[in-house]
């Protein structure tokens, strides 16, 4: 990196959020710092891991389907720019019953915001995937357009776009901040100083702001499973097999991309997690739990090995809303975090929003304020 001690902007935290927010700023003339203090996509991120859900489908929360629709277009850009592969339109499939709210809000608002979808009837999903046990459903949504992320190589080519384009980038970890934000001092002993500091540490947002923020954003233990399938069975390999969501069941699964195997997860919130000292090896439980919902959903993988497993994390706000606000107390000071699970897709949008506050060219969206975050958790967002 460069030889630089000041900088306008330092950002602290390289995953997707962090990394878009350095792009636009960069892009729109400041000079930036982006640390990290294990890499860009690194396991022990929210960023990390194969494969994230990009779709649009928000029930009737159109605040974020326009969000996603807005990043899923700029994701495509950077990757055509770069020549890259990142994203599988696989499209995505939501399992709908009988009288469900959500999925039938969900129909307005994809047409209001010009989403490419279609509602299937539950005797053409069985025609038309045969592979899945529908159950209790009786409709679905498919997002056409929608489909996969590949999340580690894609956070790490905005980084490295961003680089390209000058800004500066670190390993390396931060000391807690005390006092008055002017500078910050990394673990190796190299002090930055920077007008404005925004930190977008998804887990560790709580840890390095405990007083404000140990009560707020809530850190949870996610298992992911991936099943491998029979060799030449194609059924649950993209592009023969859509992304599936079922939010009755709090369930999602991903098709089986570049040979890891068919990714199956549960969706409902886990227990506390440190992002630090945490182990990363699945229960025993979640093995049995995720195996039932399996063999439901998708009867011939049933008995599939598990080939790999992970444990991440979700940073959960009281419902589901992103953070984005100043610091109550030191107005050069961000805090962009509370991806609450399904944060991921949003990043190009994000980062786009926060360089624009901080320049002055954006209003204040009042859902991601402090001011609406609690301690009484009530997922609202899904």
């Known amino acids: 990196m460069a030889a630089r001690q000041h900088f306008d902007v330092l950002v602290i935290g390289a995953g997707v959020f962090g990394a878009w927010t350095a792009h636009f700023l960069q892009r729109s003339g400041a000079q930036v710092l982006l640390v990290d203090a294990f ?11 194969e494969s994230r859900v990009i779709r649009r ?60 979808f279609e509602k299937i009837e539950r005797g053409d999903l069985e025609k038309r995937y045969p592979q899945i046990a529908f159950g209790p459903v009786t409709w679905g949504i498919l997002e056409i357009d929608s489909g996969v992320l590949l999340a580690r190589y894609a956070v790490q080519a905005v980084v490295a776009d961003a680089v390209k384009g000058g800004v500066s980038y670190l390993t390396d970890s931060i000391n807690p ?12 002993g190299r002090r930055f100083s920077a007008d404005t500091f925004i930190f977008a540490c998804g887990p560790w947002l709580p840890k390095l702001f405990p007083d404000l923020l140990g009560n707020l954003i809530h850190i949870t ?21 859509p992304v599936l969501i079922d ?3 709090l369930v999602y699964c991903i098709p089986d ?78 805090l962009v975090g509370g991806g609450s699970g399904h944060g991921f ?5 994000v980062g786009e929003y926060v360089a624009s506050l901080i320049k002055g060219n954006a209003e204040v969206e009042p859902r991601f304020t402090l001011a609406t975050k609690t301690a009484v958790h009530q997922r609202k967002v899904f």
């Open 39 to 49: 890499g860009p996509g690194n396991s022990r991120s929210s960023s990390g891991g």
């Open 57 to 116: 489908g928000y029930g009737a929360d159109e605040i974020y389907t326009r969000l996603a629709q807005h990043s899923m277009s700029l994701w495509r850009t950077l990757f055509e720019e770069r020549g890259l592969e990142h994203f599988k339109q696989s499209g995505v499939l939501w399992l709908a019953r009988e009288g469900d709210l959500y999925s039938t809000r969900m129909l307005s608002v994809l047409a209001t915001t010009g989403v490419r």
């Open 177 to 188: 901040p005390t006092g008055a934000f002017t500078a910050i001092t990394t673990r190796t």
């Open 221 to 241: 233990r996610q298992e992911v499973f991936f099943f491998g399938v029979s060799p030449g069975d194609d059924r649950f390999s993209f592009p023969k097999m």
């Open 247 to 249: 939010f009755y069941e």
């Open 257 to 334: 991309l570049e040979g890891r195997g068919f990714k199956f997860a549960i969706d409902a919130h886990g227990p506390t997690f440190d992002p630090d000292s945490g182990d990363r090896v699945v229960a025993s439980a979640g093995v049995e739990a995720v195996r039932q919902k399996l063999a439901r959903l998708i009867p011939a993988l049933e008995r599939a090995p598990i080939l790999e497993t992970r444990v991440c994390q979700y940073e959960n706000t009281s419902s589901g809303d992103f953070l984005i606000d100043h610091h109550p107390e030191f107005p050069n000071v961000w």
């Open 345 to 349: 897709k949003h990043g190009p949008a």
